[in-house]
């Protein structure tokens, strides 16, 4: 399965991507905004990998794909159950420093975001933000999505700083 997203191609995460995923998230903004989300080493990032595969195989959530962009990995994107409210689904996405400011985390969520409404007859998806990462607060404005509230106690907050809480109906 792979969604065509303007310039870039997103598929199920290979093994082969491994290293270049746990690289990705330790760069410094991807660290600071999704510090839950930074692996230790290349085989913790594997093990990521194969879980996310493995979900979207199953069509289930979290369904993570890879973001490609002329066959190289340069970020992630995908929907998952809210930390803490089941019954809502929150879109993601995180492309490398290399690559930011070029509008590819924006086709990268406009793509799965049409493909999860089909695939998971979904009727809201949210975006959660990270106090100060304004760029991630862009691209879901970009996309249409409203900014609904600030969740000072989100359970996905690491840093207690409260986390911006955006919404689409689709």
């Known amino acids: 399965m792979i969604i065509s997203a303007g310039r870039l191609l997103l598929r199920p995460f290979e093994d082969k991507d491994a290293q ?3 690289l990705i998230h330790r ?10 989300e930074s692996y ?25 794909l890879a973001v490609t962009l002329n066959e190289q990995l340069i970020g992630d994107a995908g929907i998952n159950e ?5 019954d809502e689904v929150e ?9 930011s400011s070029q509008g590819y985390a924006t086709e990268a969520a406009l793509a799965l975001e049409h493909f999860a409404v089909h695939a998971f007859n979904l009727k809201k998806l949210q975006g959660r933000v990270m106090q ?10 970009k996309c249409g999505y409203r900014y609904l509230f600030t969740d000072p ?12 809480v955006y919404e689409k109906t689709l």
Request: proline share 7%; hydrophobic share 45%.
């Open 153 to 164: 106690h989100a359970p996905d907050d690491p840093w207690g700083k409260g986390m911006l």
């Open 132 to 141: 100060g990462n304004a760029a991630s607060c862009r691209v879901l404005e």
């Open 20 to 22: 270049a995923l746990y």
């Open 82 to 86: 809210v930390e803490g409210s089941p």
């Open 91 to 99: 879109i993601g996405f995180c492309i490398s420093q290399d690559f």
């Open 40 to 64: 230790a080493d290349a085989g913790e990032a594997l093990s990521a990998i194969r879980f996310f595969a493995a979900c979207v195989e199953k069509g289930r959530l979290p369904f993570v």
């Open 27 to 36: 760069e410094e903004n991807v660290a600071r905004y999704l510090p839950n």
